[in-house]
């Protein structure tokens, strides 16, 4: 496929060592995870799911960063929206629907966290928590541990810019800067924490701003453009993987559902904020540069997403008739057996 | 045998397990090119370089926290709080990350570590350098908690402690450091997490302590003796999880039970000791269970004549034995 040479628009992917399947593969995961989202939401809704949280208008950051580390060695840190970090990691929509219903077999957590608690050491991805930000220092550790061994691995940890304020983001970033450890930090910026806006969470112009406090480089970039987060986060694990030590990149993004199925973000975010902000939205943007430089075409379009509903629909019946935990797992793995 | 303080036993314990296993490790403030502000890793800097005995930023959350992140990739580390009044910060990296890894992703991760924190007073150490603040970590389920009050017991459990395959937060009473000396095998031994263990035995009555007061209490037991009382006294060793058994079998012993602690008595472990005796024995007692404990004020005041005041010692805990005792 892609036949480049019709295209209207610079082939940018090529430049950036990216095949056209990769690119496809790129838009397919971003799709899945916004279509998992959305079933999730209908299926709260709906009253099946007590809880989301959600990824939507952050898959091109999420799943542009994943694509650039090396899913057979590197470290995840991901935080609670990170459904596109953790897709490209190896998990599947069974994974993320097991996690949703809270079954005996979510590889997460096996139903004892909620939704958006990821973490599965087949996969490297480091399990997570609900107080924010405490993800951090563990992703320093991570990388100190692959020093100390000597590895060449990097740990990738992901944040929203409201858990760039805990204090866990300044105490794992100084760390890093000082032992010029291999962590790539991701702030995913969708501009609210909950009804918080970035106006009153932080005073700097950009979260990037921050990193030349502890001593590495800071670069804020849009993170609607898929390409763009491949770019800069391949170069910033480049860098990490050659001993030149962490970087700190802000992803401008968006985010076009409520904090969580419990939020009703109408109380407070101006009207047709979420309209205009969809005129950028990701995945469409994606598929638009896919079909400009001739990777993508309606019939492969249409193929991509029959498969992706496939996914989702024996993902969730799977998930909705799998058995819950027995009631006595609860007492199992307080400590080692 | 040999005789060493405290300290010494510590000491050693870390070098033996770092020259043993090279996944060990050792992170903290002032750790590395000075030994410790206690001298705990006096030797280690030297003997197993930089990368192994690391001096960190001034940040305790992140102490924990990357203690947190190498315990969970495979190795082994030793985080030093440099007072246990510092650990706060580290609350949430203990209590909401270590303790809950391996439930939170159903037995998927683990965290092998050892947080070392020194407590207690009577070192002229004011508010902030001599609280003991062992009790708010003995309610989380997850968390190991060991308090050892001799050299023998401090190096077999810090061996112990650093093998465990849990998070294990291991509080060293600073005036024990070289205050009491005692003798240590020449062999390689460790001391199990988790039992308590009879320090000395007795007929008349019990005390169940542990730490700085256990000695207070072996010297008040020498002078009760005289009393014509004998003392049995059991030293809990490991605070979370208690060893339930070992402290019913000491209060059956005698039916008179005074538990000692430096903490201050409400919310303390006492508390948890007598409910458990409470439970599983109340009938074979013989006297109304008894705690004698530091006074409920915030901390240990810095002026002498305070901290003399709030600090328990051997007098005060002879008084409270020869009471039970003659009850």
Redesign the interface.
């Given at each position: 496929m892609g036949d480049s040479g019709t295209s209207q628009i610079e082939n940018k992917h090529n430049k950036l060592g990216l095949s056209d399947e990769q690119v496809l593969n790129m838009y397919r995961d971003m799709l899945l995870v916004r279509k998992i989202d959305e079933r999730t939401w209908i299926l709260n809704r709906s009253g099946k799911l007590p809880f989301v949280l959600s990824c939507q208008g952050q898959e091109a950051a999420q799943i542009g960063a994943a694509y650039a580390l090396d899913k057979n060695k590197d470290?995840l840190?991901p935080y609670y929206r990170d459904a596109g970090v953790v897709i490209v990691f190896g998990m599947t929509a069974k994974d993320l629907m097991l996690n949703s219903f809270a079954r005996a077999e979510?590889?997460?957590?096996?139903?004892?966290?909620m939704p958006g608690?990821f973490?599965?050491?087949k996969y490297r991805i480091?399990?997570g928590?609900s107080?924010v930000t405490?993800q951090?220092?563990?992703?320093?550790?991570?990388?100190?541990?692959?020093?100390?061994?000597g590895k060449d691995h990097v740990?990738f940890v992901s944040f929203g810019e409201g858990s760039s304020n805990q204090?866990?983001f300044h105490?794992?970033a100084?760390?890093a800067g000082?032992h010029k450890l291999p962590v790539i930090f991701f702030c995913e910026n969708n501009k609210y924490a909950i009804s918080v806006p970035y106006s009153k969470q932080v005073a700097c112009n950009s979260i990037a701003d921050r990193a030349i406090g502890y001593g590495f480089p800071g670069i804020s970039i849009d993170g609607s453009d898929v390409l763009e987060v491949y770019k800069v986060t391949k170069e910033a694990a480049d860098r990490a993987r050659k001993g030149e030590g962490p970087t700190l990149i802000e992803a401008r993004c968006f985010r076009y559902m409520p904090h969580s199925s419990d939020d009703d973000d109408r109380t407070y975010r101006p009207e047709g904020e979420v309209a205009e902000e969809k005129k950028q939205d990701p995945i469409h943007q994606f598929t638009h540069y896919l079909k400009e430089v001739g990777v993508l075409n309606e019939e492969k379009e249409k193929e991509i997403l029959k498969w992706v509903t496939k996914e989702i629909d024996e993902a969730t019946e799977y998930a909705e008739n799998a058995p819950s935990p027995a009631p006595e797992d609860t007492l199992?793995?307080?400590?080692?057996e | 045998m040999t005789i060493i303080s405290y300290i010494e036993a510590i000491n050693q314990a870390m070098r033996e397990e770092m020259a043993r296993d090279h996944k060990v490790f050792v992170l903290g403030e002032d750790v590395g090119l000075k030994g410790g502000v206690f001298k705990a890793t006096q030797g280690l800097y030297e003997e197993f370089g930089e990368a192994r005995v690391m001096d960190t930023p001034l940040a305790e959350s992140a102490i924990a926290g990357v203690a947190i992140g190498a315990a969970a990739y495979g190795l082994r580390p030793i985080a030093e709080i440099q007072f246990a009044d510092f650990i706060m910060p580290a609350v949430n990296q203990i209590v909401s990350e270590a303790a809950k890894m391996r439930y939170r992703s159903n037995g998927d991760w683990n965290c092998p570590l050892v947080i070392r924190a020194p407590y207690g007073g009577g070192v002229h150490g004011g508010l902030y350098h001599s609280q003991c603040v062992e009790a708010m970590f003995c309610n989380i389920p997850g968390l190991k908690v060991v308090a050892p009050s001799t050299p023998y017991d401090a190096k077999g459990l810090l061996i112990s402690a650093i093998r465990d395959e849990d998070p294990v937060l291991f509080f060293e009473h600073k005036r024990c450091y070289r205050f009491i000396k005692g003798e240590v095998p020449d062999i390689e031994y460790i001391v199990p997490i988790g039992k308590a263990d009879v320090k000395r035995k007795g007929e008349d009555i019990t005390v169940i302590t542990y730490g700085l007061t256990l000695h207070f209490a072996l010297q008040a037991a020498e002078k009760l003796e005289k009393d014509g009382y004998s003392a049995h006294i059991l030293d809990l060793r490991t605070l979370y999880p208690l060893d339930k058994e070992s402290i019913v079998e000491a209060a059956r012993k005698t039916g008179k039970v005074l538990i000692v602690h430096e903490d201050n008595k409400e919310g303390g472990i006492g508390g948890e000791v007598a409910g458990i005796i409470a439970e599983e024995c109340l009938y074979e007692l013989d006297a109304p269970l008894k705690r004698l404990c530091g006074p409920d004020v915030p901390a240990t005041p810095y002026n002498g004549v305070m901290e003399r005041f709030f600090m328990l010692n051997p007098d005060k805990v002879y008084k409270a034995m020869a009471e039970l005792a003659a009850f």
């Amino acid at each position: 496929m892609g036949d480049s040479g019709t295209s209207q628009i610079e082939n940018k992917h090529n430049k950036l060592g990216l095949s056209d399947e990769q690119v496809l593969n790129m838009y397919r995961d971003m799709l899945l995870v916004r279509k998992i989202d959305e079933r999730t939401w209908i299926l709260n809704r709906s009253g099946k799911l007590p809880f989301v949280l959600s990824c939507q208008g952050q898959e091109a950051a999420q799943i542009g960063a994943a694509y650039a580390l090396d899913k057979n060695k590197d470290y995840l840190c991901p935080y609670y929206r990170d459904a596109g970090v953790v897709i490209v990691f190896g998990m599947t929509a069974k994974d993320l629907m097991l996690n949703s219903f809270a079954r005996a077999e979510d590889p997460n957590s096996g139903g004892r966290q909620m939704p958006g608690h990821f973490g599965g050491k087949k996969y490297r991805i480091l399990s997570g928590s609900s107080p924010v930000t405490t993800q951090v220092p563990h992703a320093v550790g991570l990388a100190l541990a692959g020093r100390l061994e000597g590895k060449d691995h990097v740990t990738f940890v992901s944040f929203g810019e409201g858990s760039s304020n805990q204090g866990d983001f300044h105490e794992g970033a100084n760390f890093a800067g000082v032992h010029k450890l291999p962590v790539i930090f991701f702030c995913e910026n969708n501009k609210y924490a909950i009804s918080v806006p970035y106006s009153k969470q932080v005073a700097c112009n950009s979260i990037a701003d921050r990193a030349i406090g502890y001593g590495f480089p800071g670069i804020s970039i849009d993170g609607s453009d898929v390409l763009e987060v491949y770019k800069v986060t391949k170069e910033a694990a480049d860098r990490a993987r050659k001993g030149e030590g962490p970087t700190l990149i802000e992803a401008r993004c968006f985010r076009y559902m409520p904090h969580s199925s419990d939020d009703d973000d109408r109380t407070y975010r101006p009207e047709g904020e979420v309209a205009e902000e969809k005129k950028q939205d990701p995945i469409h943007q994606f598929t638009h540069y896919l079909k400009e430089v001739g990777v993508l075409n309606e019939e492969k379009e249409k193929e991509i997403l029959k498969w992706v509903t496939k996914e989702i629909d024996e993902a969730t019946e799977y998930a909705e008739n799998a058995p819950s935990p027995a009631p006595e797992d609860t007492l199992k793995h307080i400590y080692a057996e | 045998m040999t005789i060493i303080s405290y300290i010494e036993a510590i000491n050693q314990a870390m070098r033996e397990e770092m020259a043993r296993d090279h996944k060990v490790f050792v992170l903290g403030e002032d750790v590395g090119l000075k030994g410790g502000v206690f001298k705990a890793t006096q030797g280690l800097y030297e003997e197993f370089g930089e990368a192994r005995v690391m001096d960190t930023p001034l940040a305790e959350s992140a102490i924990a926290g990357v203690a947190i992140g190498a315990a969970a990739y495979g190795l082994r580390p030793i985080a030093e709080i440099q007072f246990a009044d510092f650990i706060m910060p580290a609350v949430n990296q203990i209590v909401s990350e270590a303790a809950k890894m391996r439930y939170r992703s159903n037995g998927d991760w683990n965290c092998p570590l050892v947080i070392r924190a020194p407590y207690g007073g009577g070192v002229h150490g004011g508010l902030y350098h001599s609280q003991c603040v062992e009790a708010m970590f003995c309610n989380i389920p997850g968390l190991k908690v060991v308090a050892p009050s001799t050299p023998y017991d401090a190096k077999g459990l810090l061996i112990s402690a650093i093998r465990d395959e849990d998070p294990v937060l291991f509080f060293e009473h600073k005036r024990c450091y070289r205050f009491i000396k005692g003798e240590v095998p020449d062999i390689e031994y460790i001391v199990p997490i988790g039992k308590a263990d009879v320090k000395r035995k007795g007929e008349d009555i019990t005390v169940i302590t542990y730490g700085l007061t256990l000695h207070f209490a072996l010297q008040a037991a020498e002078k009760l003796e005289k009393d014509g009382y004998s003392a049995h006294i059991l030293d809990l060793r490991t605070l979370y999880p208690l060893d339930k058994e070992s402290i019913v079998e000491a209060a059956r012993k005698t039916g008179k039970v005074l538990i000692v602690h430096e903490d201050n008595k409400e919310g303390g472990i006492g508390g948890e000791v007598a409910g458990i005796i409470a439970e599983e024995c109340l009938y074979e007692l013989d006297a109304p269970l008894k705690r004698l404990c530091g006074p409920d004020v915030p901390a240990t005041p810095y002026n002498g004549v305070m901290e003399r005041f709030f600090m328990l010692n051997p007098d005060k805990v002879y008084k409270a034995m020869a009471e039970l005792a003659a009850f």
